[in-house]
């Protein structure tokens, strides 16, 4: 039996409690990891879809730091509750008042699609954020890369900024007069 399949009978089972936080599906989930926040979407009978490391077991992927570095990641549908740990979660449409959601039926044929497909990952630029948020809204949004970028390019500007006034400062100190 795939995913997808699995997914349609726990569905349909209506014995399965909501998690906690009542999330609906096509709802964004913000995991709060040690070093960062990992991001879900949530499909509804507690599983959501994901994107993991290729090269890390189920269980040591959803904790470890190193899945922020990986190039390639695999999406996966997994249990919420099983990724989340012992970390905590909330439901986090932060998008919701600048992008319109797609109609859920969408979101959630499009997540069903890419069930344990291989793709592209880079924090900056297709990371865990960015894909839940093409899922639900069209478009991939990551205010975490946002911010990470602009440090990046704060800390490159200084070091241009101390590189130029130290030649500067270099050039003045062997003048010959």
Same mark, same amino acid.
């Given at each position: 039996?795939?995913?997808?399949?699995?997914?349609?009978?726990?569905?349909?089972?209506?014995?399965?409690? *909501?998690?906690?936080?009542?999330?609906?599906?096509?709802?964004?989930?913000?995991?709060?990891?040690?070093?960062?926040?990992?991001?879900?979407?949530?499909?509804?009978?507690?599983?959501?879809?994901?994107?993991?490391?290729?090269?890390?077991?189920?269980?040591?992927?959803?904790?470890?730091?190193?899945?922020?570095?990986?190039?390639?990641?695999?999406?996966?549908?997994?249990?919420?509750?099983?990724?989340?740990?012992? *970390?905590?979660?909330?439901?986090?449409?932060?998008?919701?008042?600048?992008?319109?959601?797609?109609?859920?039926?969408?979101?959630?044929?499009?997540?069903?699609?890419?069930?344990?497909?291989?793709?592209?990952?880079?924090?900056?630029?297709?990371?865990?954020?960015?894909?839940?948020?093409?899922?639900?809204?069209?478009?991939?949004?990551?205010?975490?890369?946002?911010?990470?970028?602009?440090?990046?390019?704060?800390?490159?500007?200084?070091?241009?900024?101390?590189?130029?006034?130290?030649?500067?400062?270099?050039?003045?100190?062997?003048?010959?007069?």
């Amino acid at each position: 039996m795939d995913k997808r399949q699995q997914f349609a009978m726990a569905s349909n089972d209506p014995d399965l409690p *909501d998690p906690p936080g009542d999330p609906q599906p096509g709802d964004l989930i913000e995991i709060f990891r040690p070093a960062y926040q990992h991001w879900a979407l949530y499909l509804g009978d507690g599983y959501i879809i994901n994107l993991t490391p290729v090269d890390e077991s189920q269980a040591a992927a959803m904790s470890s730091v190193k899945s922020v570095f990986s190039r390639k990641a695999v999406v996966r549908m997994q249990l919420l509750k099983e990724v989340v740990g012992s *970390d905590s979660y909330r439901v986090n449409n932060k998008y919701d008042h600048n992008h319109t959601p797609l109609p859920v039926c969408e979101i959630i044929e499009r997540a069903q699609v890419l069930i344990d497909q291989e793709v592209s990952y880079d924090l900056l630029g297709s990371n865990c954020e960015h894909f839940v948020t093409l899922l639900r809204y069209g478009e991939g949004v990551s205010e975490q890369a946002t911010r990470a970028i602009g440090a990046i390019s704060l800390v490159t500007a200084a070091a241009s900024a101390f590189s130029v006034l130290g030649l500067i400062n270099t050039r003045s100190r062997n003048r010959p007069f």
